[in-house]
């Protein structure tokens, strides 16, 4: 069974540094498209940013294009959100999601078929 488990969610303060990881059950990224997605309160959910199977693309939506960065371990079981200089404005529900053989990755959130449960990640002004 496909499974998605994410960590490292909490508070943030504007200009700072958080690491989301979002952990496989049952199986390797080796062909799978991940996702960042969020959604932020009374708006819809956006993608974030996404890595293809094999790292072989990344991709960012252009407000985080700079601050984030999305990279996968060397086993292919872990991919992890690296989030600097937080603004008020990343403040959303953000979570990671898996795609199989979407080649190269997307930032639609509904080509995604798997889901992590979402972490609140709230940066404060």
């Known amino acids: 069974e496909v499974q998605l488990a994410e960590a490292g969610g909490g508070l943030v303060q504007a200009g700072g540094s958080l690491r989301r990881s979002c952990a496989a059950s049952g199986f390797t990224f080796d062909d799978y498209a991940i996702g960042w997605f969020r959604q932020a309160p009374g708006k819809e959910r956006e993608g974030v940013s996404c890595?293809?199977?094999?790292?072989?693309?990344?991709y960012y939506t252009e407000s985080v294009n700079g601050r984030f960065t999305i990279s996968s371990d060397s086993a292919k079981t872990t991919v992890y959100l690296q989030m600097n200089s937080g603004r008020p404005e990343d403040t959303a529900v953000y979570y990671c999601?898996?795609?199989?053989?979407?080649?190269?990755?997307?930032?639609?959130?509904?080509?995604?078929?798997?889901w992590g449960q979402g972490t609140q990640v709230p940066v404060s002004s």
């Open positions: 890595i293809s199977s094999g790292d072989s693309d990344t």
């Open positions: 999601a898996a795609d199989y053989g979407l080649l190269p990755c997307g930032l639609e959130w509904n080509t995604y078929d798997y």
